[in-house]
């Protein structure tokens, strides 16, 4: 990646979670890079083959401009973790609208590093993909990401505190994101686990996410070449229920391609 951010999308986008879209959708800008390299990613256009256009920094505050002029409930910045240092200093002028900043991260990211936007960022939007290290090498390429991770959310809930809702909207706070993956209904478990005895009730909010589709770089694993069963979807949520933690499951409609964005530039 250059030293500018570079984005292959700026558009209101209907498809996260309540608190998140809103009725309106969120201001979501799709960022090119990523810092992991998942054999089933369904951005592989953006996070492996750096499609995007690179921004000055005054075009992308004019971005967030538009987003917020369109409706937008919230900024939402996708994919940023490897442009922390250049967002970091557009954040520091006052958002459009007013509206909460949302980083919606795959949560691979140093606690030290995410310092630089205390008091930037309203939402952490992070991925808590694996607690396993031998799975996270398999599928991420990554066997220290549950550490890593782990302290990259005990970092952003230190700097925004038990999650705040507003009119049914998410205004400060963590929302913790769990995609689960074909066959590891047990990884899914250990996650909600860990999110369940290290957060007193009511300090983060808890996504489980049923949207896997098979796609990506899977011809060396074929236990991801399937959709996830109902089944599997059905004993994590019964888990979910069980520990008493409060948030979203996606349902088994929100999985296959006509869900990925369109990534050509639109709003960039």
């Known amino acids: 990646m250059p030293a500018l951010p570079v984005c292959a999308r700026a558009a209101l986008h209907l498809w996260e979670e309540p608190c998140i879209s809103g009725k309106t959708g969120a201001g979501t800008v799709f960022f090119s890079g ?6 089933f990613c369904q951005n592989r256009s953006i996070s492996r083959e750096n499609f995007g256009k690179a921004v000055r920094l005054d075009e992308l505050y004019d971005l967030f401009q538009r987003l917020a002029g369109q409706g937008a409930s919230c900024i939402e910045l ?17 958002v459009p609208g007013g509206l909460p900043v949302v980083w919606n991260s795959g949560g691979y990211e140093r606690a030290g590093v995410l310092r630089a936007l205390e008091g930037k ?52 706070g963590v929302l913790i994101r769990h995609l689960i993956l ?7 478990k250990r996650v909600m686990d860990w999110v369940g005895d290290t957060f007193p ?15 990506g770089e899977l ?9 996830l069963r109902p089944s599997e979807l059905r004993a994590a ?9 409060a948030g979203y499951v996606q349902e088994l409609e929100s999985c296959g391609e006509g869900f990925i964005p369109a990534f050509d530039l639109t709003g960039v």
């Open 34 to 39: 990523c810092a992991l390299v998942c054999v």
């Open 201 to 215: 009730a009511g300090t983060v909010l808890f996504s489980l996410m049923a949207q896997y589709t098979p796609v």
């Open 237 to 245: 949520k019964a888990y979910m229920e069980n520990l008493g933690l």
């Open 121 to 172: 960022v309203d939402v952490y939007l992070p991925d808590l993909k694996y607690v396993t290290p031998s799975v996270a090498e398999r599928y991420s390429g990554a066997a220290d990401y549950p550490e890593a991770a782990k302290a990259a959310i005990l970092e952003m809930v230190r700097q925004r505190g038990p999650a705040r809702l507003e009119g049914g909207l998410l205004k400060s």
């Open 219 to 227: 011809d060396g694993f074929p236990e991801l070449q399937r959709p």
């Open 182 to 188: 074909p066959g590891q209904v047990n990884e899914a």
């Open 78 to 94: 996708v994919t940023p973790t490897q442009f922390t240092h250049v967002l970091a200093r557009v954040l520091e002028r006052p």
